[in-house]
Structure formats: structure tokens, C-alpha cells
């Protein structure tokens, strides 16, 4: 069975730092992408950042390119989320999700397992 467990969240002034961590179970966790979801209050869950299998490709929403950076560890089976320069429009959920096997998809409908989310809480 997945199980994905997010951690890192916190509450931090803008212009600060936090860096999520996934553990991820499941010793096939390395044979897929993997990504990083986020949801406000009232919003739609929308997509941060996927990593490939691998490591070597790596997708940002728009907004966040040049402050967050999707990492991974497969011989740890961990996934991270180092989210620098924060702004209070970072304030969400931020979940961890197991995407398709191939394919660093933007899509959550591709991400067939998610985690339980970390609060992330950015005050202006």
C-alpha cells in the first residue's frame, strides 16, 4: 500500500523559507514522477511542481519558478519542496502526490496517490 506523508509546513513571514518534505512508502516509489500540489481556501487544488522518475526533468507553475525547488531522494524514497522568497499568496494546503510512471504531468488527475497535506501559512 502508498502511503505519502508530507511534513516542513509552518508558519513563516514573507520573504522567509520552508522546505516540505514526502515520505514516500513503497519501495517502487522511485518508478514514478512525483509532485507537489497545493489549495487555498475556497481555491481549486492547483499544481506547484513535478520531478521526474529520475530527477533530471522538472516542471513550476508560473509563479512559482525561481523560488521553489522540486528535489529527490529514491534510495530514501523522499521527495522535498525548497520554497524560498514566500509570499502571503503562498498560503495553502501543500499535498504530496504519486504521478504516472512516465510523463511529468501537471494534470492531478494524473496522480493516482496523495498525501495529507502540511499547512503552509506565509503573514505579510
Known amino acids: 500500500q502508498v502511503q505519502l506523508v508530507e511534513s516542513g509546513g509552518g508558519l513563516v513571514q514573507a520573504g522567509g523559507s520552508l522546505r516540505l518534505s514526502c515520505a514516500a512508502s513503497?519501495?517502487?516509489?522511485?518508478?514514478?514522477?512525483m509532485g507537489w500540489f497545493r489549495q487555498a481556501p475556497g481555491k481549486e487544488r492547483e499544481f506547484v511542481s513535478a520531478?521526474?522518475?529520475?530527477?533530471?526533468?522538472?516542471k513550476y507553475e508560473d509563479s512559482v519558478k525561481g523560488r521553489f525547488t522540486i528535489s529527490r531522494d529514491n534510495a530514501k524514497n523522499m521527495v522535498y519542496l525548497q520554497m524560498n522568497n514566500l509570499k502571503p499568496e503562498d498560503t495553502a494546503i501543500y499535498y504530496c502526490a504519486r504521478g504516472p510512471s512516465y510523463g511529468v504531468s501537471q494534470n492531478p488527475g494524473d496522480y493516482g496517490y496523495w498525501g495529507q497535506g502540511t499547512q503552509v501559512t506565509v503573514s505579510s
Open positions: 520531478i521526474s522518475k529520475n530527477g533530471y526533468s522538472t
Open positions: 513503497g519501495r517502487t516509489s522511485s518508478s514514478y514522477v
